[in-house]
């Protein structure tokens, strides 16, 4: 139970007596520790707890037109691999095929994306990949890929001097690509999982529900105004995890809606992090 204990307690912030006492309630289920520390008012959110043991690169292509951009996340053992510049000239190529070569527009799937031709070439990017692995020395992991085509509008990539966040963002409808920068900006910074509220999976809506509403209990709120006191909760939700409904990370007086110009709308957008799904 310690490394469970020191997990949660780093994901939290919670103390040592609250998360062994949650986790004994849980039976040792860590997602349902968190939320019982939730519920007890312990903690407000807790931190992703999907974190992956894993290094890495991502990086982004965009063709010169700004209409089309491919994103790759490539995983490696240690951080210093993922400054040698092998790999990362590897992780660039990568991007850069996506963006050329994939016939996929959104999400690419690896075995796909694994079994394609190399920027043209003989080889795969599979075998690609497990040469340089013999190379460089360590395992890598192709994570995730992404590659947007914009029809009427542009796409805009950011990746954070870091290199471990990247985004792509499509808008529509104006051409100011100041707008897409500040956006892909915000996106990497504010970690939005939906564009809108339609896209809210109901599963999170009812767990973050059913959270609210026993913590409201808890705390000793009349059942008559526990739904009301979760309906208000929720717009806070929303406004944590809705792209649209955030506050715009540059200027908090207004949301992101409140930032697009007239007639402008943002199609979609992809934000990859390492060390999260």
């Known amino acids: 139970m310690m ?32 939320a019982l520390l939730r519920e007890r008012g312990i903690v407000k959110a807790a931190k992703k707890a999907d974190r992956e043991a894993s290094d890495g690169l991502i990086r982004a292509y965009l063709s010169a037109d700004g209409k089309t951009a491919g994103m790759v996340e490539i995983n490696s053992e240690t951080d210093f691999v993922a400054r040698n510049s092998d790999f990362q000239a590897l992780v660039g190529d990568f991007a850069r095929h996506i963006a050329e070569n994939g016939a996929v527009d959104g999400a690419i799937g690896m075995d ?9 070439q003989e080889i795969t ?5 497990a040469e340089n692995i013999t190379k ?6 192709l994570n995730r890929a992404a590659r947007f085509v914009a029809t009427t509008g542009f796409v805009t990539t950011y990746i954070h ?23 892909a900006l915000h996106i990497a910074a504010e970690r939005p999982r939906y564009l809108t509220r339609d896209e809210v999976n109901t599963t ?18 009349p059942e008559n ?6 309906a208000g909760q929720l717009s806070k939700f929303y406004e944590d995890n809705v792209l649209l409904e955030q506050k715009f990370v540059k200027d908090n007086s207004i949301t992101i809606t409140q930032v697009l110009p007239a007639g402008a709308s943002i199609k979609r957008f992809a934000r990859f992090e390492i060390g999260n799904k």
Request: without cysteine; proline residues 0%; negative net charge.
């Open 112 to 120: 796909v994306l694994s079994s394609q031709k190399f920027l043209n």
């Open 3 to 34: 490394e469970s204990i020191k997990k949660l307690r780093e994901m939290t912030g919670a103390g040592m007596m609250d998360v062994k006492k949650a986790l004994t309630d849980a039976a040792g289920d860590e997602e349902k520790a968190v």
């Open 204 to 221: 999170d809506l009812e767990k973050e529900r059913e959270i609210l509403t026993n913590k409201a209990r808890n705390e000793g709120k």
């Open 136 to 141: 460089i020395g360590e395992n890598l992991i």
């Open 225 to 230: 105004i526990i739904e009301k006191i979760v």
């Open 125 to 129: 990017l599979g075998d690609h990949l």
């Open 161 to 183: 001097q870091n290199d471990k966040i990247g985004v792509l963002v499509e808008i529509e409808g104006t051409s100011d690509a100041q707008i897409g920068k500040d956006i």
